[in-house]
């Protein structure tokens, strides 16, 4: 995977900041002029994958999440977000649809399905007590010239 640009944030995790991690990582991707739908399944990704780290990694407190975003030469967009929370102990079960750690919260447990439909590939990974990382890719196709 050749890297032909990168950029690296670091956020605390609030929820004021999830739209902020949307629209800059979906801005770094720009670059390789993607259609409407390639940018909003991006934005979506995103806040499904901060979010999940605002509301599960770090419940109750606040912390750091940190998100790397790529371009590599063969024109993958790929993200990487990583906590330092609370981490997963099972993570083949969170990532089956509907469940959620945070009932009480009213969330439907759609987060890494959501990531799944919208991206190419999602892995995470993750160790209890010690945070997880998601990383994420798609494929940003070229436009044809219509000319």
């Not at 024109?75 to 969170?94: E, L, M, N, T």
């Not at 009480?104 to 439909?117: H, I, N, P, S």
Request: aromatic share 8%.
């Amino acid at each position: 995977m050749e890297i032909v640009n990168e950029v690296n944030l670091t956020i605390w995790s609030k929820s004021s900041n999830e739209s902020y991690a949307r629209v800059a990582v979906s801005s770094f991707f720009t670059q390789l002029d993607p259609t409407v739908d390639e940018i909003t399944d991006i934005k979506t990704a995103v806040s499904e994958a901060v979010t999940n780290c605002i509301v599960h990694a770090y419940r109750n407190t606040v912390g750091k999440i940190y998100i790397t975003a790529r371009i590599t030469a063969d024109r993958y967009a790929y993200i990487k977000i990583r906590d330092k929370g609370c981490g997963i102990s099972d993570v083949k079960q969170a990532m089956e649809p509907m469940f959620t750690t945070a009932p009480d919260e009213e969330r439907a447990g759609l987060g890494f399905a959501v990531m799944q439909t919208f991206m190419d590939k999602v892995k995470v990974t993750s160790a209890p007590g010690k945070g997880t990382t998601i990383v994420m890719t798609k494929k940003i196709r070229p436009r044809r010239n219509n000319g």
